[in-house]
């Protein structure tokens, strides 16, 4: 019996050492990640605007303001976006059409999650633009019927995705 209860202690102190010793990797690499964070931070493409309206008081929902040319330059935007239909940003002209679009916002950076939302809205602008036989967009931020020209857009990322509303018209 005492061999038993000598055996059972011996493998609960190697289970906790275990246990222990798991928690200081995951809390270094989680050091490690956030101070990689912090060191990208000063390059963002995205700032934040503070925390917009939620409903029912829950949820997450976050304000960005993004800048539209680090987006339409990256190499997702060379990617994705057809070289036929040129992109403006910053104002519209005559007629205009409305698009919100979403991307999964888990585990990435607000940068990531906003571009990838962005560029969805000016691809869809381009398919429209092609099939209205036009050879270019103009587009501008048109979040909560707001509209935001200049150069950055708005995003707002919730506890899933985020969310781009963009208003342009074809030319």
């Known amino acids: 019996m005492n061999k038993l209860n000598g055996l059972l202690v011996t493998a609960a102190v190697l289970a906790l050492t275990a246990c222990a ?5 995951a809390s270094s690499s989680d050091y490690s990640s956030q101070a990689q964070t912090a060191s990208t931070s000063a390059s963002t493409a995205c700032r934040s605007i503070g925390e917009g309206r ?11 303001m993004c ?13 994705v976006l057809s070289p036929n239909i040129r992109v403006s940003y910053g104002s519209t002209s005559g007629k205009t059409n409305v698009s919100r679009q979403i991307a999964n916002a888990v585990g990435k950076s607000p940068d990531e999650t906003c571009q990838r939302a962005f560029l969805s809205a000016v691809k869809r602008f381009q398919s429209t ?10 587009l501008v931020s048109y979040f909560d019927k707001k509209t935001i020209g200049g150069s950055e857009y708005e995003c707002h990322i919730g506890t899933w995705n985020s969310r781009v509303v963009l208003k342009g018209s074809f030319h």
């Open 21 to 25: 010793n798991q928690n200081n990797r």
């Open 129 to 138: 633009a092609e099939r209205y036989k036009k050879g270019s967009v103009r």
């Open 54 to 64: 939620k409903i029912n008081n829950k949820g997450q929902n976050d304000g960005y």
């Open 67 to 79: 800048k539209a040319s680090v987006a339409l330059n990256s190499a997702e935007a060379k990617e």
